[in-house]
C-alpha cells in the first residue's frame, strides 16, 4: 500500500498514465498500431510517425517550459514566430525568388538567419516582460498578430518554395540513419537544454524567480535577466521548430505554418504536470505531454477520423486529463466519500 | 490644469488615449481620402455594421478579462454558431426563431460547463477555454464541411432591414437623397453594450466582478462568493459569444468551418487598447469599443487605399498594440514610483 503511494506521488506518475492510457486506447482500437516495418533502410510505422510529428511540439514544449517556469505566463508567439523564421529562411536560401531549384545562398546562412529571426523575436518578448513588467500574454500578443504580417511581407503573401534535396534532409531522412531526423533534432534540444539546467544552477534560479520574483531579487538573483534569457531561448526553439517545419514540406506557407502550434505547446506543458502559474516544473512531463498530444493526434487519424473533427476527441480528453490532475476534484471526491461514509457510520 | 491632469487617473487617461487615438485616425482618414467620400456618414456607421458581431464578443471578452480569465474560445463558438444557424434553418428546415433561441441555449451551456471548470474545478481558463476552442471549431465541421448558405425568408429580413437615420443624407448624382442606414443587428450590439456597461458600473453583480478580478482573496475575505461570481460571467459570456455569433451571422448569412478564425485574439487586442489589463480588475467596455472600432477604421484605411495588401491591418495593429502596453507599463511604474 505505502509503495503504490509513493508511486502515485510521483511527480510524473498522471502524464506517463496519460500516455499509456493513450496508447492502450491503440492496442485495443488498432493493433497495427505498433508495428514497424523497414522500407529502402528506412523504419516506418505508427510509433515512428508520432515520434517524427512530436519533433516540433517537442522543441517548442521545452521552450515554453521555461517561459511558463520563470514568469508564470504562456508565449502565444511560437506559432508566428515559426512561420516568421521560416519565411525569412526560405527567402534567404531561394534568393527572393518564389521557386528555387538550388541554394542562392550557403544553406548555413539560411540556417543561422532562422535563427537568428527567433532569438530576436524571442529577445523582444523577453525585453516586454522582463523588463517592461508587461503580463506574458499581451506581450506576446504583439508578436502573434505582427509575425504572420511580417512573414507575408517577406514572402509577399506567397509560398517559397526550395526545391533541393539537401534542404529536405532536417524534415525528412539523412542517407543511411534510420530514423528521421526531426527525432535527432528534438533528442538534442532536450538533452542540452536537461544539461544546461541541472548542471548548473540555472534551473533552480528558474523556478525560484517563479516562485517569487521579488525574493529572489532579494536574495541577489538578477530576476530581469533570467526572465528575458528564457524568452530568448524559447524564441531560439521557436526557430529551430520553424526550420523543421519549412523543410518538412520544402517551402513556407506563412499562413499557414506552426499554425495553433502555440495551443499545443501549452498543452504540452499543462499536460506534463506542469502549473501554468510558473515555478517548479518538470522538463520531461512536458515532453511526455507533446508526445501524448501527438499519439492521440495520430492515434484519431489511425482511427480514420477526418481531420477536421479531430480537435473535437482532443478537446474531451484534454478536459479529462486536466480534471483528473486537478486538485480540486481529488477534494469534492474525498470530501463525497467522507459524506458517504459518515452516512454508514450513523446508519 | 496640472491638478485637474493629476486627477485624471491612469486608467481614464488609457480610455481618453484611445478615444482620441481613434478621432486622430479618423480626421486623418477625411483629410486623407477626402475625394473618396471618406466623410460620409455612411462610411462611419460600416465601422459598426461590419463589426456588430465583434463588439459584443469584445464586450464579454472585457468582462471575462474583468475576473482575471481568460476565453479563447470566442471565435469557434461563434463559427459553431453561424453553423448551426444556418444548418437548421436550411437542411432541417427549422423556423429563424426557434433556430435562434436553440444556439442561445447551447451558448450558455458552453459557458455553463466552461465556468464550472474554472470556477469549481479551479483549472486555468486558457487550458479550459482552449479545449472549448478546439471543442466548438471540431462540432462545426462535424456539423457540415460545406458552406452552407441561409435563405430562411425571415432570417434574411433580419438581416436585411434597413433602419435609416433622418439626417447626414447626401444628394446623389441623379438627385435624390440618400440617407445613411444601419441594420438591426448594429443596434442590438450597442444594447449589449449599454446593458454590460450598467450592469457593470451599477450592479452588486457588477463590482463583485471588479473586485474578484482586483484580488480574489480580499473579495473572498469580504464575504463574496467568488465561484459564483465566475461561474455567471462565464455563462454570461457563452450567451453574448453565442449572441455575437449570430450578429455575426446577420452580416454573412452563412456558416462555414473557417469562419470568425482568430475573432478571440482581435476581442482581446480591442480590450486591451481599451485599456483593459489581463490581470484583472481594471477595465471598461467602452474602451474595448473603441479598440474594435480602431481595428475597424484601420481596415477601412486599407479598403480605401485600395493597393495595401491585407497583412498590414495585422502588422499595424500590432504596432498599435504595441504602443499601447508598453504607454500602459510606464503609466503602471510611474504611479508605482509615487507610493
Redesign the interface.
Known sequence: MNKLKKITSYRLFLPLVCLAFVLLLNVIKTPSFFRISVNNGVLYGYIIDVINRASELVILAVGMTLVVAASGG?DISVGAVSALSGAVCCYVLAGGEQSANEYHAPYILGVLAAVAVGLICGAWNGF?VAK????P???T??????G???A??ITD?QMIYVRVDHFKQLGAFIEGIPLPTPVFVAIIVVLLTLLLLKKTALGLYIETVGINAKAARLVGLNSVMIQFLTYTFCGLCSGIAGLIITSRVYSIDANNAGLNME?DA??AV?LGGNS??GGKFSLIGSVIGAYTIQALTTTLYAMSV?A?????????V??II??LQ????MRMWKNFKNRIGVGKKVA | MKNKLKKIEGNQFLLMITILLFVVMYVIGLIVFKDKNFGRLQVFLNLFISNAGLIVIAVSMTMVLLTGG?DISVGSVVAMTCMLLAWMMENKGMGAIPALIIVLLIGVVFGLVQGF?IS?????P???T??????A???T??IS?EMISIKNEMFLSWAQAKIYLPFGGYVNKKGTMIYPYVYPSVIMALAVLIIVFIVLKYTKFGRSVYAVGGNEQSALLMGLNVKRTKLKVYVIDGFLAAFGGFLFCLNTCSGF?EQAKGFE?EA??GA?IGGT???GGVGNVIGSLFGVLIKGTIETFINFQGTL?S?????T???L??FF??L???L??AKEKRK
Open positions: 504562456t516586454l517592461m513588467k508587461i503580463q500574454m499581451v506581450a500578443l504583439i508578436l502573434f498578430t505582427a504572420r504580417g511580417i507575408q511581407l503573401g495551443l501549452i498543452l499543462a501554468l502559474g477526418p477536421d473533427q479531430i480537435p473535437v476527441y482532443k478537446a474531451i484534454v478536459v486536466v480534471s486537478s486538485p480540486e476534484l | 481568460i471548470l469549481y474545478l479551479k483549472i486555468q486558457f487550458i479550459v482552449l479545449a472549448g476552442m478546439f471543442f471549431r471540431g462540432m465541421s462535424m464541411t468551418v485574439m482581446i487586442a486591451v489589463l489581463l490581470t495588401s497583412w498590414w491591418t495585422k502588422i495593429i500590432a504596432a498594440l504595441a502596453i508598453i500602459q507599463s510606464v503602471a511604474s
